[in-house]
């Protein structure tokens, strides 16, 4: 809380070297303790910057990741199904708000981050450059795509920074609904006709592999994965989120009915583990330059959005500044009933 | 702050009647209205409340660090404020 | 299919409900502001909601919402309209929720198949009406811009709106006494928002009806080309 506050928060260059180690003994105390750390606290400034980055990484992540899904709610083939996807796509805008305003608690301000990520100096994740080309890979989406991002997130309900963990709490809960749906949506897919489940079959052979590249370089390559650890922003190497992943995939994808496109796939009695074939980084590094089949894609239709918004947000905003005082609490509404769309709940209990 | 940028807001959410509003999360909006029907969105897409109260960010006074030793000290010292002081007798029940 | 007076009762209100809802699901990942992308679908998924529930009166859900053509459809040519910008899409949205929550506010207050649904939808249309109505005073009082887009865009859409009150056989509304309301009401809305209540007729010229007697505008079978598209190509399948 106190995000704009946080701007204010002592830092090391202030104070006496005294000082700053002793602050810096007690912030690695705590973590070192798995206490959280919030945002008032003192931190050393290459945690912050690491958490903000990581933040606003995930936060794009969650907003690009709209575009492929939202390709397909105008041609959801049911009402039910068009329902579910419309409360995922929404989900993730949500999703992405909490990320911000968690990266905020840090004197980050969302239109900076956006700018960031409009203008390219900060990344999301690179397997939103991959298209949804027919109504299959909405299902691949939640089963691989979503089920690879709750592997990666559930540790980070535990993460070191407050805010974040809280975040991701929230975000842990709402994505529960998403990967079943997918799963479901396959599910239905696989047992439908020959034609449905070759559809199925093509999207997992497509979503597989990026999937698996989602957790990042294996760990003897991965830049920040040691000090991210120490500070426990990241609670699991990649390379153990990717085989805890491979190992819940396998006999999903034998009750959908449905291969896994790798020929080297087989359980590993002595590592208890399921082996699997080489991952094609020159791709993955190919894709995170910007060379994916979307990325232009993306990014142009993100920053088109934005741009063609502005003159909403200065609406709302001069507005605002006319009117100012003459709002909310000031005129006693500040308690809004909150009953009327609730039943929106239900989509997680139908999917 | 541009003309198109909104202030922030801090959430609070009653869950249910009985209960305290608690700080759910921040959000942009550009006046309090709007706040208040974006925060419902957001937070209560589930169910999740019954009633909801937004704050500007900036009007927050919070404890600075370096005040968080006599702030929150104290405190911990008077441990009869909580129930895991009091040592009962096993086999008595609803206390 | 035969169209009963019932049945065509039914479709009339659940068609209004699919076809804007389908509309306001084209935003997705384009609105002007991350708030507004989780508003829009909210009020998307209530009307997806209104609409299954009204089309399963009518039959099955899915047949009637993809396999009709564009003639057997009943929804007004308003809720139709592409989105336009912002400013357009709010003005429709004014136009329409306000229509739709005076007429849920009489169908709950009466005694009919509808009474259900209406008591629960009309909470849901109250709060499509508000954000509706904030958007409106927040472009057209906003900046110069936005007035006089929301200007343009209250005026193009308002030949569309006298449609809402031609009467819905089976739908036993007041139907010139929800016009009068709809008038007072949107009208003040528009005087709030430093805007006037646009001038022209509330209908076209043309003696064939609208809408409601499943004559649409152009835009409207590119929308149910895309809709229906994927459904239609897997004859009997499902989903």
């Known amino acids: 809380m106190a995000t704009a506050a946080a701007h204010r928060t002592a830092r090391a260059d202030d104070m006496a070297e005294a000082d700053a180690a002793r602050y810096e003994a007690v912030f690695d105390a705590a973590v070192a303790a798995d206490e959280r750390i919030e945002p008032r606290d003192w931190m050393p400034d290459a945690y912050r910057a690491s958490l903000i980055r990581q933040m606003a990484q995930h936060a794009h992540s969650e907003i690009i990741g709209m575009q492929p899904e939202a390709n397909w709610i105008t041609r959801a083939p049911s009402l039910r199904r068009k329902a579910i996807l419309m409360a995922k796509v929404q989900d993730e805008a949500g999703h992405g708000l909490y990320l911000y305003s968690a990266a905020e608690t840090l004197g980050a301000s969302r239109e900076d981050l956006l700018d960031k990520l409009h203008t390219g100096r900060q990344k999301y994740s690179s397997i939103f450059n991959y298209p949804t080309l027919t109504w299959a890979d909405v299902g691949a989406i939640g089963w691989l795509v979503d089920g690879a991002a709750i592997t990666n997130q559930v540790p980070l309900c535990r993460c070191s920074y407050g805010p974040y963990a809280r975040a991701m709490v929230r975000v842990c809960k709402e994505e529960s609904f998403h990967q079943r749906q997918g799963y479901e949506l396959l599910l239905a897919l696989s047992q439908g006709t020959a034609e449905q489940h070759a559809m199925a079959q093509d999207a997992v052979d497509r979503w597989w592999w990026p999937s698996l590249m989602m957790f990042g370089p294996p760990d003897d390559e991965s830049a920040h994965s040691a000090q991210s650890l120490a500070w426990k922003i990241k609670r699991h190497s990649n390379d153990d989120l990717r085989r805890r992943f491979v190992d819940i995939c396998v006999p999903q994808a034998e009750s959908l009915n449905l291969t896994l496109p790798d020929p080297h796939l087989r359980w590993n009695e002595e590592r208890g583990h399921y082996d699997f074939g080489p991952i094609d980084w020159t791709e993955f590094w190919e894709v995170l330059k910007g060379n994916g089949p979307c990325n232009e894609q993306r990014l142009s239709q993100r920053r088109q959005a934005h741009d063609e918004g502005a003159w909403v947000r200065e609406a709302a905003a001069a507005y605002a500044a006319k009117h100012n005082g003459a709002t909310g609490a000031a005129d006693g509404h500040a308690d809004v009933a909150v009953g009327p769309s609730a039943e929106q709940a239900g989509m997680s209990g139908e999917a | ?95 | ?239």
């Open chain 3, 1 to 239: 299919m035969t169209v009963t007076v019932r049945t065509g009762a039914v479709l009339a209100l659940g068609d209004d409900a699919l076809v804007l809802s389908h509309r306001l699901g084209e935003w997705a990942g384009h609105a002007p502001v991350l708030e507004e992308e989780v508003a829009l679908a909210n009020i998307a998924l209530d009307l997806l909601g209104q609409a299954r529930v009204l089309l399963s009166l009518a039959g099955d859900e899915d047949e009637l919402a993809y396999l009709r053509e564009e003639r057997a459809f009943r929804n007004l040519q308003l809720v139709e309209q592409p989105n336009g910008d912002f400013a357009h899409t709010i003005a429709r949205q004014l136009y329409f929720s306000t229509y739709q929550r005076l007429l849920y506010a009489q169908l709950a207050a009466g005694d009919s198949e509808f009474t259900g649904l209406a008591a629960k939808a009309v909470k849901e249309v109250a709060y499509h009406q508000d954000h509706a109505e904030q958007w409106t005073l927040r472009l057209g009082d906003g900046t110069d811009l936005s007035h006089e887009r929301m200007r343009r865009a209250c005026e193009a859409l308002w030949r569309f709106t006298g449609e809402m009150f031609q009467p819905v056989e089976g739908v036993d509304v007041d139907w010139a006494g929800m016009k009068a309301t709809w008038l007072e009401t949107v009208g003040d809305v528009l005087r709030r928002a430093t805007l006037e209540v646009p001038e022209g007729p509330q209908s076209g010229a043309w003696t064939a009806g609208a809408g409601r007697q499943g004559l649409h505008t152009e835009s409207f079978g590119r929308m149910l080309a895309e809709m229906q598209h994927l459904h239609r190509s897997h004859p009997g399948a499902s989903w």
């Open chain 2, 1 to 95: 702050m541009t003309t198109e940028d909104w202030p922030l807001w801090e959430v609070f959410v009653r869950s249910r009647r009985g209960l305290s509003h608690t700080h759910a999360g921040s959000l942009h909006a550009p006046d309090a209205e709007m706040a208040l029907r974006n925060a419902r969105d957001l937070y209560t897409r589930r169910g999740e409340g019954v009633s909801i109260w937004v704050v500007p960010s900036a009007a927050i006074t919070a404890s600075s660090p370096d005040e968080k030793d006599p702030f929150f000290e104290p405190a911990a010292d008077k441990p009869y404020r909580h129930p895991t002081f009091y040592e009962i007798p096993e086999g008595v029940k609803h206390l």
